[in-house]
């Protein structure tokens, strides 16, 4: 009896042990806001980039974010296909679109409104067809000030079709473009530089002329809001949490 025991708790230990060592992957599908960087870009940073490392060897982080893709080129050019053959049952993806898609100017990624929620829609539908998770969130903010100091938002209504996507199909959301603003707001215009791609001439030599960039982070920038990121992805309790280092 003593030894079926002995046997007994060493059968438990050996499967709570595996169950903790399985692997699962998070997707990243979203732009340049997440992306991994070139090394000619930096320091410019995407916000994936610092919160790949937040996690245990028990997640494997796939961040196929992209500079410069909407939701519709991103389905166009088989980057959205791909994650979606590679997803497997417990695996996450998270969504983040939005700077791409709302830009009327550029017509080689704009999307409309009623295309963007549909191109959501789809995205959450095929992620669960492969008993996935998705994780929507809005897109984080541009720095824009007006002239008294005022943080003013430039998106329109593509953060809010987002929440209306994670409302009608119960998906898990994580709004950056709420958290996002609030911090702006918090810190201001002046301080708020310091967070995306500012640069003087001759300051970096990847920018030898300068960069003046509200829209892209640099690397304190990235690693502030990929702890936002985090921070909303705990309220959620989602086993992803559970392997954070």
């Known amino acids: 009896?003593?030894?079926?025991?002995?046997?007994?708790?060493?059968?438990?230990?050996?499967?709570?042990?595996?169950?903790q060592k399985k692997t699962i992957k998070l997707f990243m599908a979203g732009d340049s806001t997440m992306s991994i960087k070139k090394v000619?870009?930096?320091?410019?940073?995407?916000?994936?980039?610092?919160?790949?490392?937040?996690?245990?060897?028990?997640?494997?982080?796939?961040?196929?974010?992209?500079?410069?893709?909407?939701?519709?080129?991103?389905?166009s050019e088989g980057k959205w296909k791909a994650i979606v053959d590679e997803?497997?049952?417990?695996?996450?993806?998270?969504?983040?679109?939005?700077h791409n898609d709302?830009?009327?100017?550029?017509?080689?990624?704009?999307?409309?409104p009623e295309d963007y929620k549909k191109n959501l829609?789809?995205?959450?539908?095929?992620?669960?067809?492969?008993?996935?998770?998705?994780?929507?969130?809005?897109r984080i903010v541009r720095r824009r000030f007006d002239k008294e100091g005022k943080f003013y938002d430039v998106h329109g209504v593509y953060p809010n079709l987002v929440r209306e996507v994670a409302h009608e199909k119960q998906v898990l959301l994580?709004?950056?473009?709420?958290?996002?603003?609030?911090y702006?707001?918090?810190?201001?215009?002046?301080?708020?530089?310091?967070?995306?791609?500012?640069?003087?001439?001759?300051?970096h030599i990847n920018y030898p002329k300068g960069?003046?960039?509200?829209?892209?982070?640099?690397?304190?920038g990235a690693q502030i809001v990929a702890q936002m990121v985090m921070d909303e992805l705990e309220k959620l309790n989602t086993e992803l949490t559970k392997r954070k280092k």
Request: glycine content about 4%; overall charge neutral; proline content about 2%.
């Open 102 to 112: 709302e830009s009327k100017e550029k017509e080689d990624r704009y999307t409309s």
């Open 87 to 98: 997803a497997t049952e417990g695996d996450y993806v998270m969504i983040q679109f939005g």
């Open 184 to 203: 702006l707001t918090k810190i201001g215009k002046d301080e708020s530089k310091k967070m995306f791609l500012q640069l003087d001439s001759a300051q």
């Open 121 to 138: 829609e789809l995205f959450v539908n095929e992620v669960r067809s492969k008993k996935a998770i998705p994780i929507l969130l809005t």
């Open 1 to 19: 009896m003593k030894f079926f025991k002995v046997f007994l708790i060493l059968v438990i230990t050996i499967m709570l042990f595996s169950f």
């Open 211 to 220: 960069v003046k960039d509200d829209t892209h982070l640099n690397e304190y």
């Open 174 to 182: 994580l709004d950056l473009q709420k958290s996002t603003e609030a």
């Open 40 to 75: 000619e870009k930096y320091p410019e940073t995407g916000w994936g980039m610092p919160f790949a490392k937040m996690f245990n060897e028990t997640v494997q982080v796939e961040n196929r974010a992209a500079n410069g893709r909407s939701t519709r080129t991103f389905i």
